[in-house]
T-cell receptor, first 117, second 109 residues
Framework: GAVVSQHPSWVICKSGTSVKIECRSLDFQATTMFWYRQFPKQSLMLMATSNEGSKATYEQGVEKDKFLINHASLTLSTLTVTSAHPEDSSFYIC?????????????FGPGTRLTVT | GQSLEQPSEVTAVEGAIVQMNCTYQTSGFYGLSWYQQHDGGAPTFLSYNALDGLEETGRFSSFLSRSDSYGYLLLQELQMKDSASYFCVLHSGNTPLVFGKGTRLSVIA
């Protein structure tokens, strides 16, 4: 149980275009999902907390107009990178916590590798 | 603010025991967790400490001392597949607040 999927697993896009990444909890409901970014050989950086039915909470320094987050249902959150630039190339990972589990136990998706050319 | 410090790299021999340390600074503390991440993969949850002491799960154990703002992850009977990055994560409330920079463990024969 507690499986989180992401789609796509990798994407290459041209500079100036937008890319949407989906995060789904497959066998549980997640009222809260989290989006992270990870550069090569570096740690995960929390970008935003996505709450079902309400606006996302962004971490300091993360542009909310550039990284649009929508959490339309208890099993789906999307991250849209708008007007992507090469510096946005990174590994984007989502996670979700089961309502019944401890708040510390996050289940991570497999990640999406974004390359902007 | 919040911060965590972890050694960047550790090398250990197959079958041995390795300890990876984590020190932290925070104004509000709920707990410290540990995640494993293989290259190109997603982090997987290993262990969590909210109270002082040792938590054991199979070959993995995690220790916390809140008075010292210090924790460690202990891996016993090391296997080659344990080669990965290990992150300590500081929790405040329901959000994994801060990931440490991770310790890259290399297990050698």
């Amino acid at each position: 149980g507690a499986v989180v999927s992401q789609h796509p697993s990798w994407v290459i896009c041209k500079s100036g275009t937008s890319v949407k990444i989906e995060c789904r909890s497959l066998d549980f409901q997640a009222t809260t999902m989290f989006w992270y970014r990870q550069f090569p050989k570096q740690s995960l950086m929390l970008m935003a907390t996505s709450n079902e039915g309400s606006k996302a909470t962004y971490e300091q320094g993360v542009e909310k107009d550039k990284f649009l987050i929508n959490h339309a249902s208890l099993t789906l959150s999307t991250l849209t990178v708008t007007s992507a630039h090469p510096e946005d190339s990174s590994f984007y990972i989502c996670s979700a916590a089961q309502t019944s589990g401890g708040p510390h136990e996050q289940y991570f998706g497999p990640g999406t590798r974004l390359t902007v050319t | 603010g919040q911060s965590l410090e972890q050694p960047s790299e550790v090398t250990a021999v197959e079958g041995a025991i390795v300890q990876m340390n984590c020190t932290y600074q925070t104004s509000g503390f709920y707990g410290l967790s540990w995640y494993q991440q293989h290259d190109g993969g997603a982090p997987t949850f290993l262990s969590y400490n909210a109270l002082d002491g040792l938590e054991e799960t199979g070959r993995f154990s995690s220790f916390l001392s809140r008075s010292d703002s210090y924790g460690y992850l202990l891996l016993q009977e090391l296997q080659m597949k344990d080669s990965a990055s290990y992150f300590c994560v500081l929790h405040s409330g329901n959000t994994p607040l801060v990931f440490g920079k991770g310790t890259r463990l290399s297990v050698i024969a």
